[in-house]
């Protein structure tokens, strides 16, 4: 098996040297869960950052406890970081793209407050697919690229950034309604976490739409 190699600035480098002064890398978290919001991570890069902290790769690629070591590294490494939620009910109403699109215009404005200069910025966003453009009244450059949560620094620190807020959240739900293991499975539909709602019910926490009957 082919070593996966650390992200790196060589596409965000590609970008300032092509007129974008400031980057905001984009990945999202939670897509494919049955309870829990959405969330969109940002970090925001300019060509003078420094190194980015040692070890830092796309979430997936990291354990929990290494995540949460990482992610005020990532966030106090970027010039700026945000994540925007979308909950369930938005997801049930508006369908998961358009939640996703919801949750990053809500990260774009929580940096816009912070001072980060968003109408100078290029959107680097992880896959191939732009579902943020739609959600958007004055719409940003918004750059797709395939695996940029593997290759791209800025995206992979969003995605720890955004994993790890969003991680938090599923762990605090679970104290309040115990039994469907979220403090281990984050809301993603493991066997044991249909179990409990075939025997619990589903929660306001679920997205309802996407229980199997």
Known sequence: MTPVSDPHLEVETGMHAAGARYVIGCDEVGRGAIAGPVAVG????????????????????????????????????AL???????????????????????????????????????RESVVL??????????????????????KADRDCVSVAAASVVAKVHRDRLMIDADAVHPGYGWSGNKGYGSAAHFAAIAELGATDFHRRTWLHA
Do not use: M, N
Request: glycine share 10%; hydrophobic share 45%; aromatic share 4%.
């Open 42 to 77: 940002l970090c925001v890069v300019d060509s003078g950052l420094g190194a980015p902290p040692q070890g830092l790769r796309d979430s997936k690629l990291l354990s929990e406890k290494r995540r949460e070591e990482l992610a005020p590294l990532a966030a106090g490494w």
């Open 80 to 118: 700026y970081s945000a994540v925007g939620l979308a909950s369930s009910d938005e997801v049930d109403r508006f369908g998961i793209v358009a939640a996703l699109g919801i949750a990053g215009r809500r990260a774009l404005v929580t940096l816009h407050e912070a001072g980060a200069r968003v």
């Open 125 to 146: 966003l992880d896959g191939s697919h732009d579902w943020l453009s739609p959600a958007l009244t004055r719409p940003l450059p918004v750059q797709t690229r395939v």
